[in-house]
């Protein structure tokens, strides 16, 4: 039996991880949930699965959910230490980090100090601070194990080689609503419009992200990081159907393909199981019923946060970081429209350009970095 820690478990993988953990009860145990807000889902999820401790950051709530929750049922925590207290214990085996954007990054490092095994869906983490968190896993011991589909692809398909061997990854996309979009009309397209996946189901800030093709941007960095790669070895390429996750490519021309319906549950299961399988609960792929996989070359001019992302692998440093925040801060103005659907990249760029690049940054000036970045962003907006 292993125990689990899934923080961020109101969001959508945090959802399908305990979706994951149903069918795989005799094996895994939610020993902790975490969520920001949301305490009547957390309520719920305290009463099927009862962990030792829950943590909700949003402390206005707390009232609300310890009246919820029967009496010395579960541990109740709140504060910037909580999260901090639930993965430190001696019975933690696997922590899911589920939280969204930035704020995953301390999440991540408490983790690892912790010499916890790390179930990554929290690509930000990597984005800010790969280098740092990479180092101090293989200084720990420590497992990191992707949950982004793509790069559980990845992971997976590696396993028909050796790294020595691994000529270049290929990182599938969407392309997201507007693939078929001419360039010209991407300034005019809506919210609503861009809020509405083709494939996915996923929150605001993501499906943005995946809309202006940042998420593919993250991604690129992520796979930098957690693979080892240069920007030579990491490609993209567009997939409308989503059934090829991602492929690498070996020295002798073999390419290794891990497919499947689209569905979160699958690498979040492998992520717990990892190095082996178990039965899951997901429909199986019918490729006959397909008919037909489609692919092409992503337009870099029309999603230009791509560029921006091989730049950010290129020089390293705090242009993740930077990155990260600025896009953070422009996806929200778009979410509150206050600014165009084009303006978030060009914005993005804009703070890349004009930030204090430092080269090798400790821990403390990538938190700088991302302060002063969001400041600018928002000044830039304004």
């Given at each position: 039996m292993k125990n689990?820690?899934?923080?961020?478990?109101?969001?959508?993988?945090?959802?399908?991880?305990?979706d994951v953990i149903r069918n795989l009860r005799h094996k895994y145990k939610v020993v902790g949930l975490s969520a920001n807000s949301r305490w009547e889902l957390l309520a719920k999820q305290v009463e099927e699965f009862k962990p030792k401790s829950v943590s909700l950051a949003d402390g206005r709530w707390i009232k609300e959910l310890k009246n919820k929750l029967p009496q010395n049922s579960v541990q109740i925590l709140t504060?910037?230490?909580?999260?901090?207290?639930?993965?430190?214990?001696?019975?933690?085996?696997?922590?899911?980090?589920?939280i969204v954007g930035a704020a995953g990054l301390p999440a991540a490092i408490e983790v690892i100090k912790n010499g916890k095994t790390l179930a990554l869906a929290n690509k930000e983490a990597l984005v800010m601070a790969g280098g740092i968190i990479v180092s101090m896993a293989r200084e720990k011991g420590v497992s990191i194990i992707p949950i982004d589909s793509?790069?559980?692809?990845?992971?997976?398909a590696l396993r028909a080689g050796h790294?020595?061997?691994v000529k270049k990854v290929i990182i599938t996309a969407?392309?997201?609503?507007?693939?078929?979009?001419?360039k010209e009309k991407l300034s005019e397209v809506t919210l609503e419009e861009a809020l509405n996946h083709p494939t996915w189901q996923m929150g605001q800030k993501i499906t943005i992200d995946s809309a202006t093709l940042m998420n593919k941007a993250l991604e690129i960095i992520e796979a930098k990081w957690l693979f080892n790669l240069d920007s030579t070895q990491i490609d993209v390429i567009i997939h409308p159907e989503?059934?090829?996750?991602?492929?690498?490519?070996?020295?002798?021309?073999?390419?290794?393909a891990q497919m499947g319906l689209p569905d979160m549950k699958v690498p979040i299961q492998y992520a717990l199981t990892y190095p082996y399988r178990e039965n899951g609960n997901v429909e199986s792929l019918d490729l006959a019923k397909l008919g037909s996989l489609n692919f092409r070359k992503p337009d870099?001019?029309?999603?230009?946060?791509?560029?921006?992302?091989?730049?950010?692998?290129?020089?390293?440093?705090?242009?993740?970081?930077?990155?990260?925040?600025?896009?953070?801060?422009?996806?929200?103005?778009?979410?509150?429209?206050?600014?165009?659907?084009?303006?978030?990249?060009?914005t993005v760029e804009h703070v890349m350009k004009e930030h204090n690049f430092i080269k090798d940054p400790t821990l403390q000036d990538i938190m700088d970095a991302d302060a002063h970045a969001r400041k600018e962003t928002k000044k830039c907006i304004s």
């Open positions: 689990v820690v899934i923080l961020g478990s109101t969001g959508s993988i945090g959802k399908n991880a305990l504060g910037t230490d909580s999260v901090k207290e639930m993965v430190s214990r001696d019975d933690v085996d696997i922590v899911i980090s589920a793509e790069h559980s692809a990845i992971l997976q790294p020595n061997e969407s392309g997201g609503p507007f693939r078929d979009y001419p989503s059934i090829v996750h991602s492929l690498v490519e070996f020295c002798d021309g073999s390419v290794i870099m001019d029309k999603f230009p946060a791509l560029r921006l992302g091989y730049e950010v692998v290129e020089k390293g440093g705090t242009m993740g970081v930077t990155l990260n925040a600025a896009n953070e801060i422009a996806v929200q103005a778009f979410l509150d429209r206050k600014i165009k659907f084009t303006d978030i990249t060009k």
